[in-house]
């Protein structure tokens, strides 16, 4: 395979063969992050993708899974992308789902049908960072998305059948913001009910813009207790009627949850209560990581 820079791709593609679409991210302009910083974003020529993908094909017996990267991949028409997932249909008869990176003004521009064709041609998940429920946070960390175009384009690909799998950032707000943060993201979640929602906690790179406030102390961290706090109440104000699987066990969380709502919602947050009495039991900074 052929790849350009550092390759990045969700946790739970830990095991799916990665195949580069795109090279970096179009927007990579958010605060927080530090992703992409070397590239400069451009689209590979679709020819280049089939060849990676016969390469593949001789060097690996069996692929269950494929991810298309890098950021933000559905920004492909669909003509370009039906001939990339009728390559891996036929290289790849047993792969069972492709899962790609996916701004909300992506999945925006993308009709019903053209989201239904991608749902066809294997796309099956789509992995959103939506970061904060506020309007005011998504401002503030330079996102170009509101909160009503991240609702209605995870909402959108539901309904089209693909599965949406979104991300938020604890601390992303800061001490004097958490309470608004967290309350909004919840009913942010309410509302789009995606298939999984995943929390991380905030931790900025050198690279990331974000990084030199904190270093000069104009932006604070907050505390693993205040991480707690925040967390509890973000899940207090979920309220979903269909199952959402629930996880905060990235490498940068403080502490591990897991469970489906609504099912799990009071376990879960029995398991914060628990630990906020025992702080010990968190993850020592040195183990948190990107």
Known sequence: MRYEGMVYRPPSEAYSLIVQVTIGCSHNKCTFCSMYKEKQFRVRKV??????LRWARTAYRRVDRIFLADGD?????????????????????????????????????????ELAQLRDGGIKIVYVGCESGSDRVL???NKGETVAELIDAVRRAEDAGIAASVTFISGLAGPEGWQEHAVETGKMISTMEPSYASLLTLMAEPAAPLYDEIQSGRFKLLSPAQVLDETELLIRNIDVSRKCVFRSNHASNYLSLKGDLPRDKESMLAQITYARKNLSTLRPEYFRAL
């Open 47 to 52: 020819e280049e993708v089939l060849e990676d």
């Open 73 to 113: 991949a559905l920004v492909l028409t669909n003509p370009k992308l039906m001939v990339i997932l009728d390559e891996i249909r036929r290289l790849f008869p047993e792969c069972t789902r492709v899962g790609i990176y996916a701004r909300a003004k992506d999945i925006l521009r993308k009709t019903p049908e």
């Open 139 to 141: 401002t503030q960390i």
